[in-house]
């Protein structure tokens, strides 16, 4: 239930807005959100007011209909909105009506969310789903540009991987959301980071050159490692997720369709019920030796 009032505010609007930047890194931590937000402003500016129109948006959507305080504070109601915002305000040229877009959709993907969490279970998460749905439907009316040429540099190239989580570009974008990685959580950032080298070195075995330059491979890689990194899991368990979205994302790329963040969404989805499946059959197999 919900009540249709502003009530229980966050106690801290600031860092509930923070922590959802973080919260595209499936972390909570205001200084490593600041991080991103900082990677946004200095290497892509015009991107800095769609983001936070689109975080700010879901939270005042999730305060309005009275979702979890504790949830908004966390800053889960604002990530699938800081990217929506991001993405529409690359692919759509400035005009009166994209900041209302942007309201509508980052509103819209604090409700969906919120739903996905009241019925997806704990296999089913939302992480970024939310963002690409209405990612997908942003892209039926227009498209991104071709991104350009970029110098062969390994070290760009993997510092890109991490910043494409955030749509970034730039070698100094991926490194600053590094950095605030490093700060809330240096394994998981570890693992981050061997994501991207390992989807980029993919990439260049493909043949995809440019696409291991710039990043492309190694964004969904880097969220999957981090997604199984986080929660402890075993290395071998984060190693098999790397591979699996590199796979999804090879797979899926004959589609001609932007995948944005969707291969990570899937291998999550996927990687969990295997596990699930394997720990509940490794519990049953341990009670019937012992009875």
């Not at 992480?127 to 062969?152: D, I, Q």
């Not at 997604?227 to 590199?246: D, H, K, N, Y």
């Not at 796979?247 to 589609?255: D, E, N």
Request: charged residues 10%; proline residues 5%; aromatic residues 8%.
């Amino acid at each position: 239930m919900y009540t249709k009032n502003f009530v229980n505010p966050c106690p801290d609007w600031a860092t509930a807005l923070l922590n959802g930047f973080s919260q595209v890194l499936l972390l909570r931590h205001p200084l490593c959100g600041l991080c991103c937000l900082l990677a946004i402003l200095l290497t892509a500016p015009d991107l800095v007011g769609g983001a936070l129109l689109g975080a700010l948006a879901g939270l005042l959507t999730a305060q309005r209909r009275g979702y979890d305080r504790a949830d908004r504070q966390a800053g889960l109601y604002c990530y699938n909105g800081v990217l929506i915002g991001i993405l529409i305000s690359v692919v759509l040229p400035w005009s009166a009506m994209v900041p209302p877009l942007i309201i509508a959709a980052g509103g819209l993907s604090s409700i969906i969310t919120h739903q996905w969490r009241k019925r997806g279970g704990k296999l089913l998460i939302a992480y970024t789903a939310p963002f690409v749905l209405l990612g997908w439907v942003t892209l039926l009316f227009a498209s991104p540009a071709p991104n350009g040429l970029v110098e062969a540099d390994p070290l760009h190239g993997l510092a890109r991987g991490v910043g494409q989580i955030f749509l970034l570009d730039q070698p100094l974008a991926g490194l600053l959301v590094i950095v605030g990685m490093l700060i809330a959580n240096p394994y998981a950032a570890m693992w981050a980071v061997l994501g991207s080298a390992i989807g980029g070195a993919v990439a260049l075995l493909a043949g995809q050159a440019q696409a291991a330059w710039l990043g492309l491979f190694g964004f969904n890689a880097a969220l999957a490692a981090l997604a199984f990194s986080r929660q402890g899991e075993r290395p071998w368990v984060t190693v098999l997720a790397i591979v699996m979205a590199i796979a999804a994302q090879r797979v899926a790329s004959s589609l001609e369709v932007p995948l944005l963040t969707a291969p990570f969404v899937v291998t999550c989805w996927s990687l969990g019920a295997i596990l699930a499946r394997l720990k509940h059959h490794l519990a049953h197999q341990d009670t019937t030796q012992r009875s």
